[in-house]
């Protein structure tokens, strides 16, 4: 399989804080129409008016390909009933999907804005670094300004807390061995090569991204007898159609053993 090297690494300030790369100049026509569509129905839904909404991946970074790559937006929206705000967009997000061609799938979190920091906080929430360091501000109130810049050491945790966990998440849709197959393993593909980097290459290289060439590329340089291992995992991130059930389980378990023995060692 022929896999371009993409991606890239985040700046870091002279105060070692992550400079975001994020911009409303990277997005595209194509891009603007489905966002403008999905902020346009959100405005629309009573429940969610009061809600902040925010864009993040590789489309505001002007990574994105069209018809491969996906949409992420983080709803923030305060009361008891989050369960249905996370219906309103999922049902939002079908609807804006089935009238375009541009990405394969259109993702939203819902969180309480609970889930971040005060601007004096020695410790991060996952949800504030993930906004700070990437997320692009659409409607609602903005609380970018109120999150305190991240350092770099602080990016070690964004995927590998929760790797073994999503991995058990994961293997519980590929147990009902449904259309969502490929999807489960490219999802879990994805930010298992996330979290390797940050467990085995961040603090060595001093450098952050979660651009999945690039983490192997980082994973490769830091532990070569890793490189092999974590290739598999990477062609599966990429085209996970292409690869059957028994397969990507066994690509996906020989990089946690790596991974795991790697840090058994430090």
Not at 99 to 110: A, H, T
Not at 206 to 212: A, E, H, L, M, P
């Amino acid at each position: 399989m022929n896999i371009t090297r993409t991606g890239r690494f985040l700046e870091v300030d002279n105060f070692g804080n992550i400079i975001s790369d994020v911009s409303e100049s990277c997005l595209t026509d194509d891009w603007r129409c489905l966002i403008h569509s999905v902020v346009d129905q959100v405005q629309k839904t009573d429940i969610l008016k009061s809600a902040s909404l925010y864009l993040r991946g590789s489309v505001p970074r002007g990574l994105a390909i069209r018809g491969i790559s996906d949409i992420d937006f983080v709803l923030i929206a305060d009361g008891k009933q989050q369960d249905l705000f996370h219906n309103r967009m999922h049902a939002i997000a079908l609807s804006c999907l089935s009238k375009q061609n541009v990405c394969s799938g259109i993702e939203c979190e819902v969180y309480k804005s609970t889930a971040l920091a005060p601007i004096n906080s020695e410790k991060l929430p996952i949800l504030h670094k993930v906004l700070k360091t990437g997320g692009l501000y659409l409607i609602g109130k903005d609380y970018m300004n109120d999150l305190r810049p991240v350092r770099l050491e602080e990016m070690g945790d964004i995927y590998s807390r929760t790797m073994y966990r999503d991995f058990e998440r994961c293997r519980e849709i590929l147990s009902l061995a449904s259309s969502e197959t490929p999807q489960a393993l490219g999802w879990f593909a994805r930010r298992l090569l996330r979290g390797a980097f940050e467990i085995i290459s961040l603090l060595r290289i001093n450098k952050y991204t979660r651009d999945i060439y690039l983490c192997w590329e980082a994973i490769s340089l830091c532990e070569p007898s890793c490189e092999e291992v974590f290739w598999r995992v990477l062609e599966l991130a990429v085209n996970p159609a292409e690869y059957n059930l028994n397969d990507g389980v066994r690509r996906l378990e020989a990089a946690l053993f790596c991974t795991a023995n790697y840090t058994g060692r430090n």
